[in-house]
């Protein structure tokens, strides 16, 4: 009997042990992948294919937050390499990152560069290295030139004009933007005034040439996500909203990639890593834990179906990113 039990014992100590390394991942494992199958010359591709090959600054940005969490410090150090020798460009107001190394790339991406900077920042306290604060204090100061004007930060900067847009994406306002960033008030109030009682969705950005929110006929649930997780941690809530995502992962048992705006209907048949690795990270967010562990105990079953063909880089990461260190923010 003693036998018995010490058997069974060891028998739930290797389950308990196997579920933990199901869901904590092994991030080795994904560097030696990515490395693989991702990579050229340190440079991360977007898809493993060479046909599709594109190489983005939000690609680094995400790599880098991957690896902060794990504490790789000599993986990240590379990526701040290739950040340095391939990104950076750099003209009389400052320096910027570009968002693609595609030769007729002429601009940035807020969103990317506020990653990076954020990376760099809390990479420098980890990983004791004062070069990466210097770095996100060059890069945030050049945005500042760049891209604030008349109390708004836009989108991104033309190289050609050396003019800002004239818009301001909702889903880039999140928190790495309002840590970087200092008089972000009336920015942020464009982001708060984004709410409509009627509508669960947010309109995609406010064109500031227009002064008016501008609204696409079908949702992508990456941005809407997103901006929903931007407006809560201002300290906004979401009732219409958090009802209509409940109301899909009860009915459907998923959340599709796009939906029609008016509707709320799925216009897309396809399912997206990245769109639960966001909505994981918003039930949380929100307090929906038992609702955010049943999503992704589908998303897992989901992930193993995939082509890794197929598998574009921004999924790939924000998988794991949730899958292996759980609750960490995005």
Known sequence: MKKYKLIMIIIVVLLIAFFMWSKNGDGVTVQKYVKEHYMSDSLISSYQTGEDEQYLSESIGLYMKYLLHG??????????????????LSNEKGIYIRWSLDEHAAANALIDDVRIIQALIKGSLLFKEQEYQKLADVLRDSLVSLQYEDGLYRDFSDWTTGEPAERITLSYLTDDFFQTFTYTDRTETLLLNAIDDEDPFFPEYYDISKQAYQYSDEVHMVDQLLIAANIVKRGQELPLFNNWLLSQLEEEGKVFGRYDRNSGKPVVSYESM????????????????RAAESMWKHVIELEKSISYEEEHFFDYILFHTVNDFSTAPL
Do not use: C, N, P
Request: aromatic share 20%; charged share 30%; proline share 0%.
């Open 274 to 289: 990245a769109v639960y690795a966001f909505a994981y990270d918003y039930l949380l967010l929100i307090g929906e834990e």
């Open 71 to 88: 504490g790789y410090d000599e993986a990240f150090r590379e990526q701040v390499d290739v950040l340095k020798k391939h990104f950076l």
